[in-house]
């Protein structure tokens, strides 16, 4: 599995990443090995600290994630190794006792809001994926997704996103798109721009077989 690629991608938050990332898994998946590996999973462990203190952590800054340890680990994968992936418990605010092996595939696809904003993540990345969509959209999704999905209240949502969300989107995000090889406007429900990663995606794999 020494050959294998590592595709990167990049977006605000409830973008579309993904929908992309599944989209992209779902058409590989029969011929080749493929997983998707979420940079979300790496944020910091916080058992070490109150329930309180946790809340308050900025998840939207790039130092709220063990970024040293997961280029450690996808290094590891490019080297065809497996590894104990983190898992990360919303509802607690800190990382789970569950760890997943990821044993060597063909194809990573690992997405998360800084996965072009550093350098060391991009070197390893063969392609990188920015997904662009608009504020408003992204936040309505934002808002369901934490309610229904992570038991949010809609006022910590709301607050959420004015204090660190949106600032550190301006700030982190949104420069990271220059990275990018590929731009995909409005997420998931682009087909022809996901069909055109994919055909690059086989290009790719076609090359290193």
Known sequence: M???IIIGIAGGSASGKTSISRQVYEFFKGSHTTCIIKQDDYYKDQ???SFEERVKTNYDHPFAFDNDLLVEQLKQLKEGKSISK???DYTQHTRSDVVET???RDVYILEGLFVLYDEKIRDLCDILVFVDTDADIRFIRRLKRDIEERGR???SVCNQYLETVRPMHEQFVEPSKKYAHIIIPEGGNNTVAIDLLITKI???IDAKE
């Open 153 to 155: 209240s809609i006022d």
């Open 2 to 4: 020494k050959n294998s």
């Open 102 to 104: 990821i044993t060597p």
């Open 47 to 49: 058992s070490h600290l």
């Open 202 to 204: 086989s290009s790719v």
């Open 86 to 88: 983190p898992t990360y």
